[in-house]
């Protein structure tokens, strides 16, 4: 066992909490490249921004029979994309930099595509693609993030967590509707 106390002296931490206090939550210990991590928060909000709007098409296009438990779940997930670009935004700000809400170039900055969809089908289909592809992305963001930035990656991993479960419930609601209509695949 060591000797050496688990926290920097805290004569240090009041020393360096002093200096450049115009960086305001980014203190002297942020060990990450900060202007790539804006970057890749700014690519997620992109991908948040079109997933809420592709929900939030699918949510008033989706008609028909068995469509009312698909637009409840197109409506909740619109829902909870936006709430995950408003906590990117506000992290982004933390950092020091400005959340791109342009929509100039928003699919561009975008790991998600914007897919209408024709059918209802077609609609959860592209849906769960989405939500694959942001699940795989986060996942890597999270990774590169690692001890760097812990509220970062843990904010990553907060919203991770929701687009499996976006998934899962887009991968159950195409199995149902291939049951209801007699055909798998």
């Not at 450049?20 to 210990?29: L, M, P, S, Y």
């Not at 595509?113 to 996942?139: F, H, N, W």
Request: include cysteine; hydrophobic fraction near 35%.
């Amino acid at each position: 066992m060591s000797n050496q106390p688990f926290l920097t002296d805290i004569k240090t931490i009041r020393e360096r909490a002093r200096q450049h206090i115009e960086r305001g939550a980014v203190t002297e210990g942020y060990t990450a490249d900060r202007e790539n991590v804006i970057n890749l928060l700014n690519a997620a909000l992109a991908t948040e921004i079109v997933c809420t709007l592709r929900y939030k098409r699918h949510y008033f296009m989706a008609d028909g029979l068995s469509a009312s438990v698909a637009k409840a779940e197109f409506l909740e997930h619109a829902e909870q994309e936006q709430q995950h670009a408003d906590w990117l935004a506000e992290r982004i700000v933390q950092l020091g930099g400005a959340p791109n809400f342009s929509p100039e170039g928003l699919l561009s900055r975008s790991h998600a595509e914007y897919t209408e969809g024709e059918s209802l089908r077609d609609m959860i289909k592209e849906d769960l693609i989405a939500e694959r592809i942001a699940v795989d992305s986060y996942r890597e963001i999270a990774t590169y993030l690692g001890d760097k930035d812990p509220t970062s990656r843990r904010l990553m991993e907060d919203i991770l967590a929701q687009e499996e479960e976006h998934a899962d419930d887009m991968a159950g609601l195409l199995e149902g509707l291939d049951e209801m209509q007699g055909r798998k695949g």
